[in-house]
């Protein structure tokens, strides 16, 4: 009897673990944005078709399962079916290609493509996930390739996920934000890509491609997207304890490193250096009058042993791969602005700018916003708030503008000005890197005031006299 009660729980429990791992098991989807069905033999592929307004669910790509997942598009002009001859497979090698398939070995066809824009733009296109599991983890990709004439780049923006890693082998924005190339784009095969992306309790993220960042015709054309559900998530990290984030002026993002990279007309959202973690901060610039993408011999880091090096050139980060610049002929001042900050938090704000052009005077750079500070700058401090510096050149002396122990106050938002107008001949300025660093203060060195102190002595004298009447009683 005892035996077949143990045969009946084995059974049980591996029937019970059969399906916990049926529950759990992870799919990878594809979808041929226009294109064919038969994408690949013996593979499953979902077929947008014609109609960019329909719902489809995707199937696992294996065993044509259902995922659950519904995907839909809204906002995009049209949707092309093509024969073979328009095939348009990424180079072997690039990151499309390991994740699409090549002409060599296709996973997708790339026989048609949706498209978004032309002429004056019509905005932008949604593609929406819904259905997603919330204790699950999940990876989206997009390529697109279109066989025409450079077309400048579209802007990919993943919303709705309670967190996300952008995993885009294209200019990197933020956590969420990313620039790509989609005429052409097969050379080079790039993705935009975001992995362990949590869902939220909706179960709903959304990625919209807005084609009129820098596109002469506004066009956009996307080929195929893999969404795969990656395994269980973790945990929710702990809030972070202390940040560094980096902000390399309109150079990309140095391979390996997690560093924000600007444009002039958006907002972007601050990444943790060491752990890709978003922040919450947000940094803008307003005011400024060009901005430059510089790459190989023009790149201009300071030097060692300065203190620009000693704060950038350490933690390796590649500055001076572009750099934000002002003429003050077309506009007074230039406004870094820091939002989101945590009143209860103290933080360290580092800029350097340099170029290699003939002496220049100097630069006014002065902080705004806080309700303290400590100016920790390299040169010219002029008061606590203000420091003055040249950044034409600088890379020699690698001196830094700083604050350290800045108090932001309760709206969390600092600005720091800078003035190119001060002693300079031509009156530009040219900044190169940013750095924020932010820690929660210790408390415990924290002595009560002479006032407090007393009351406290009130309060305990008035107990230990309720003590000795209590014992009387």
Avoid at 306 to 333: E, H, R, Y
Avoid at 352 to 374: C, H, K, M, Q
């Amino acid at each position: 009897m005892e035996t077949r009660k143990t045969i009946a729980t084995l059974l049980a429990v591996g029937m019970f673990l059969a399906l916990v791992g049926a529950a759990q098991a992870a799919f990878v989807a594809y979808h041929d944005l226009g294109g064919t069905t038969a994408d690949a033999p013996g593979a499953y592929v979902t077929d947008q078709g014609a109609d960019p307004t329909q719902t489809i669910r995707l199937r696992n790509f294996t065993d044509n399962a259902d995922t659950g997942v519904d995907f839909s598009i809204t906002g995009a002009n049209g949707s092309t079916d093509a024969d073979s001859s328009a095939n348009r497979y990424p180079d072997a090698g690039t990151d499309a290609a390991a994740i699409f398939g090549t002409a060599a070995s296709p996973i997708v066809t790339h026989g048609g493509s949706t498209n978004e824009g032309g002429g004056t733009g019509s905005g932008s296109t949604t593609f929406t996930l819904a259905g997603l599991d919330p204790t699950q983890l999940y990876d989206v990709a997009i390529y697109g390739d279109r066989n025409l004439g450079a077309d400048g780049v579209e802007r990919f923006t993943l919303n709705g996920a309670d967190a996300a890693v952008n995993s885009s082998s294209a200019y990197k924005i933020s956590s969420t934000v990313t620039d790509m190339e989609t005429r052409p784009n097969a050379t080079v095969g790039h993705v935009a890509r975001w992995s362990d992306i949590r869902p939220g309790a909706d179960g709903t993220v959304t990625i919209d491609i807005d084609p009129e960042v820098s596109s002469p015709s506004n066009i956009a054309y996307l080929t195929a997207l893999r969404l795969q559900e990656t395994g269980a998530a973790p945990p929710p990290p702990p809030p972070l304890s202390a940040i560094t984030a980096y902000h390399d002026m309109g150079g990309e993002p140095s391979p390996g490193n997690i560093t924000t990279q600007q444009s002039l007309d958006t907002t972007h959202t601050l990444i943790d250096f060491a752990t890709g973690a978003d922040t919450g901060i947000d940094f803008s610039v307003a005011g400024a009058t060009g901005i430059d993408t510089r790459t190989g011999t023009v790149t201009r880091p300071p030097n060692a042993g300065t203190p620009a090096g000693d704060l950038f050139l350490a933690s390796g980060i590649d500055l001076d791969d572009g750099m934000v610049n002002l003429s003050a002929k077309s506009a007074s001042s230039m406004t870094f602005t820091f939002a989101g900050l945590d009143p209860e938090w103290l933080y360290d704000v580092a800029l350097y700018g340099d170029r290699n052009s003939p002496a220049d005077g100097v630069e006014r750079f002065t902080l705004i916003g806080a309700d303290s500070a400590i100016n920790s700058s390299s040169t010219g401090i002029i008061d606590a708030l203000t420091t003055d510096m040249e950044t034409r050149p600088n890379n020699t002396t690698g001196n830094v503008a700083r604050w350290t122990d800045i108090n932001p106050g309760a709206d969390g938002i600092i600005t720091i000005d800078i003035d190119p107008t001060v002693s300079s001949d031509i009156n530009i300025a040219y900044i190169s890197g940013v750095r924020l660093e932010g820690a929660a203060p210790e408390r415990d060195d924290i002595i009560p005031e002479p006032a407090t102190m007393a009351m406290l002595g009130l309060a305990f004298a008035g107990l230990g006299g309720y003590v000795k009447r209590r014992k009387r009683l």
